[in-house]
């Protein structure tokens, strides 16, 4: 995008590098020039004083918006909202088809306004990985890969063709086509640039690689000193237009590491510290910053997989500065030397390369000496568990989730074993956390080579699988040797992309389900991943931990959570001796010689040198070559939103919201996955009669992350997960309510089909946190087709608040310590808001009134989490897409 018109601070330079000029908007001329003392401000945030010294206009960005920057340093926080352009957009399919979607109807809506509909276009560079579609199918087989990708294919061929429509139909928009890898890692090895440039009027600028993303662990990028986050789906779609996105000047944490890991811990251990210690510092909203003198101890990779959780520990990201580390990745992994000399000088001259004399609004320290085996679970990534303290804290899960007084053990038919409680059922290395960390997958190969010599075998009962994060991790295991021995103990290759960790795990086999249901098991998994929250990885699986990817192999051995892995034997030698855990690990010095002996920078530039030819089965897919898409009526994958329909020329302006029913009462922590999962459709759900209307077979219902294209789907399944409890309906668990005033439990949606004909406004009541997890548009899509109003919350996570303004819902927080409970709501209630037509301003009070059944009427305090002017533009809009819409028309 185009440089501003501004130059307050007359920054603009010219930097020789390699013989090649380029302009650039020097922070140290900037602090000459009156941003005095800019130099201690923490890395990340001088990134964002470089977007604004860039895109200054003094129309979205101002020059006090620029000094407020420099003034954070007086008190490290600020109230100043700024207008921050990233470089660029990383979308995965289960976001990216409805953001084309989006995207083509805003075509077809220019269009019927007499305009050119190509002004839709991405302004900036924009990337879509297809990797969240692979399910598996089939596992622990020498061809589950190839049957997984046909199946893949033939189940998504709808989808895959409007993607590829949408890649000749829109500028600045590439795609990267299924099986090359999840879209983090992909980002982490080709796509980051880390110094970027860009060419206008003739001339070349460089500043600093940044981006967005539609899923939430886009932070897994900040490792390579690339600053990026998650946003919603929507927001994504209005910065791919042009639109700034608004925010505050972030707090920023410094989190200093200091000294090294011990012999026999792992990134994954790590990492599961830091996401404890910094959900119990409290960390949501601001940016975390990494220093100190042990970051030379800290690979790329470790780098990566600490940023990776930021969502977990609630940071909007997880900055690690460039040093001589991102340099060495950089040329490992195939980047060429011209980038990396760009990145060493610039980083250089503008003071983001690594130093420790910063200021930061508070910081936290770890001595990295202290760190000891853990994994999480059995709901929440920062639900610590230590490695040996794992056995009882499993009883006491069950104990107080099943209130048996013995475990219930279950025959599975047509085998000689049975399942219990705390059976591991699934073992699945998986997710971008770790298979961006050559050191654990090595580290799983080795223990698995291990295991196979001493004789050990992973126990029946449990379905294993591999989904690397790139093929790169394929090559390096197999030069190593290790992908043989993983593969006999059942972790062959299923795909590369997110599977089990975003609820594609597959189906189990019919006798284990049937065993499950006999005896109403409470069955585990286990997964390399960093979600784990209820009812995502399988609907089948009721206790989810995350460990790292050696801890998944040996749990598949063990084969039940109860088992001690520090003191109880994983099996015999063919000798008879005892065969501990400790007699299989492997070694840092055996990782790192093999890591030496298999992984080389000619991998990665093999694998990327064809990236978006893809498969042949990608290769092999028509599409219509047209600006404007053709609809097709019978397709339940892809269906024209509804969104722009009837879109007005003027603002919508406050509308007013009386009487509404609550549709729901939540507690604590409901994730956006309870709001809209992604996972299993029930056939027993309004989604399930959906398809029997249109002759689709279970067989063939897919999973809700893949039907994101169709919002009739969309809007059936939403608050229809499995685990999800709505207090208003107490005793049932699932997607149910209440209807009122005749108090007849039923689902959600058939709730407000009725709701809908008698015309009466919606409400949702949430706890603390809530719309934690992943940053999923549809969680607010999905709410505003219901024709929620407002969501009235303890707290909001960042990503879904945004969301909720961008689709034109009004989020409401709690104060002064009230919430549902101590205002004793049942869902009989009726809530208005107090005066709303008449306008509010960013972060006001608002009253809202509730009328009791009993005819007491209460007025309480809200306070407004529209945060900021622009988000109250998109309020008044009706949601932001409308809100550009309408400065586009």
Not at 85 to 113: C, F, H, S
Not at 670 to 684: E, N, V, Y
Not at 751 to 762: F, I, N, Q, S, W
Not at 795 to 823: A, C, T, V, W, Y
Request: aromatic share 8%.
């Amino acid at each position: 995008m185009t440089p501003g018109n501004k130059n307050s601070y007359n920054s603009l330079k010219k930097i020789n590098i390699n013989n090649k000029e380029y302009n650039y908007y020097s922070l140290s001329e900037a602090e000459k020039n009156g941003l005095d003392g800019i130099n201690k401000l923490p890395k990340s945030l001088k990134v964002l004083l470089e977007n604004l010294l860039r895109y200054e206009d003094d129309l979205s960005v101002t020059k006090s918006q620029i000094e407020a920057i420099k003034n954070w340093l007086e008190t490290k926080k600020s109230k100043t909202e700024i207008a921050y352009r990233p470089a660029r957009v990383l979308l995965q399919d289960y976001t990216g088809i409805p953001a084309v979607a989006d995207l083509a109807a805003m075509r077809e809506a220019v269009k019927e306004k007499n305009k050119d509909p190509n002004t839709i276009n991405p302004l900036s560079a924009v990337d879509l990985v297809i990797d969240h579609s692979v399910q598996v199918d089939q596992s622990a087989k020498a061809d589950s890969f190839e049957k997984n990708v046909d199946i893949e294919f033939n189940r998504n061929g709808e989808r895959y063709s409007f993607l590829k429509w949408g890649q000749q139909a829109f500028d600045n928009f590439r795609i990267v086509p299924p099986g090359t890898g999840i879209c983090h890692q992909v980002n982490l090895e080709y796509l980051s640039k880390v110094v970027w440039s860009e060419e206008f009027k003739g001339e070349k600028y460089i500043f600093p690689d940044t981006l967005v993303g539609t899923d939430s662990h886009t932070t897994m990028v900040n490792g390579l000193s690339v600053l990026g986050w998650g946003v919603g789906g929507i927001e994504a779609e209005a910065g791919m237009l042009g639109q700034p996105i608004s925010m505050l000047i972030p707090e920023v944490i410094g989190f200093e590491v200091k000294n090294k890991m011990p012999e026999g811990t792992t990134a994954t251990d790590l990492v599961l510290t830091v996401v404890k210690m910094l959900r119990d510092k409290g960390v949501v909203g601001k940016f975390v910053e990494f220093y100190g003198d042990g970051l030379k101890n800290l690979t790329l990779a470790d780098r990566a997989t600490i940023a990776n959780m930021a969502p977990e520990y609630g940071a909007t990201c997880g900055f690690f500065p460039i040093d001589d580390e991102t340099l060495k990745y950089l040329k490992f992994s195939g980047r060429d030397q011209h980038t990396v000399e760009v990145v060493e000088k610039y980083a250089k001259e503008q003071g983001l390369w690594a130093s420790n004399d910063l200021e930061f609004t508070d910081v936290i320290s770890l001595d990295m000496s202290t760190v000891v085996p853990t994994i999480s679970g059995p709901k929440r990534p920062q639900d610590k568990v230590l490695l040996t303290d794992a056995p009882t804290s499993f009883k006491k899960v069950l104990s107080e989730a099943t209130n048996k007084d013995q475990k219930s053990v279950s025959k599975v038919s047509n085998t000689d074993y049975e399942i219990q409680d705390g059976s591991i059922l699934i073992a699945a290395i998986t997710s971008c956390t770790n298979t961006s960390n050559p050191n654990v997958l090595i580290g799983a190969g080795l223990l698995a080579k291990k295991a196979v010599e001493y004789g050990l075998e992973v126990k029946p009962w449990v379905k294993t699988s591999l989904a690397p994060g790139s093929q790169v991790v394929t090559d390096y295991l197999e030069k190593a040797g290790l992908n043989t021995y993983l593969d006999q103990l059942g972790f062959n290759l299923v795909g590369y992309g997110c599977t089990t960790c975003i609820g594609n795990s597959g189906p189990l086999p019919e006798n284990i389900v049937e065993a499950i249901q006999k005896e109403n098991i409470h069955a585990v998994s286990v997964l390399s991943g960093n979600r784990n929250f209820e009812g995502r990885i399988s609907p089948h699986i009721k206790a989810n931990y995350l460990a790292s990817p050696p801890l998944v192999v040996a749990y598949a051995i063990a084969g039940h959570m109860e088992f001690d892995l520090y003191k109880d034997p994983l099996g015999k030698s063919k000798n008879g001796k005892d065969i501990f855990l400790k007699d299989i690990w492997p070694s840092n010095q055996e990782i790192e010689d093999t890591l030496k002996q298999s992984l080389n920078a000619d991998m990665f530039i093999q694998r990327y040198s064809n990236v978006s030819d893809g498969p042949t089965q990608w290769q092999q897919i028509k599409t219509e070559k047209s600006s404007i898409y053709q609809w097709d009526e019978g397709s339940t994958y892809v269906k024209k939103p509804p969104f722009f329909e009837g879109l007005s020329d003027e603002p919508e302006g406050f509308k007013e919201i009386k009487d509404a029913r609550p549709l729901l009462i939540l507690g604590d922590m409901i994730t956006t996955d309870h709001i809209s999962p992604a996972g299993s459709i029930q056939k027993d759900s309004p989604t399930g009669e959906y398809f029997m209307e249109h002759q689709i077979l279970p067989k063939d219902y897919n999973s809700y992350g893949s039907r994101r294209g169709n919002h009739e789907v969309m809007m059936r399944g939403t608050f229809a997960n499995i685990r999800i409890r709505n207090e208003m309906a107490p005793g049932t668990e699932g997607g149910f309510t209440k209807l009122y005033p005749e108090e007849k439990v039923m689902p959600v949606y058939d709730a407000v089909v009725e709701y809908k004909k008698r015309g009466t406004d919606l409400v949702v009541i949430g706890g603390k946190e809530y719309g934690t997890g992943s940053s999923r548009d549809w969680a607010a899509k999905g709410t505003k087709l219901l024709g929620v109003k407002a969501v009235i919350a303890e707290s909001f996570e960042r990503i879904h608040r945004s969301n909720l303004i961008g689709m034109g819902i009004l989020p409401l927080q709690f104060k002064d310590g009230e919430n549902r409970k101590s205002l004793n709501l049942v869902g009989s209630e009726l809530i208005s808001v107090v005066d709303i037509e008449k306008g509010i301003n960013p972060s006001d009070e608002v009253v809202i009134e509730i009328k009791y059944i009993s005819g007491e009427i209460k007025k309480v305090k809200t306070l407004s989490r529209i945060d900021t002017k622009n988000e109250l533009e998109y309020y008044k809009n009706g949601g932001i897409l409308q809100y550009v819409l309408r400065n586009m028309i």
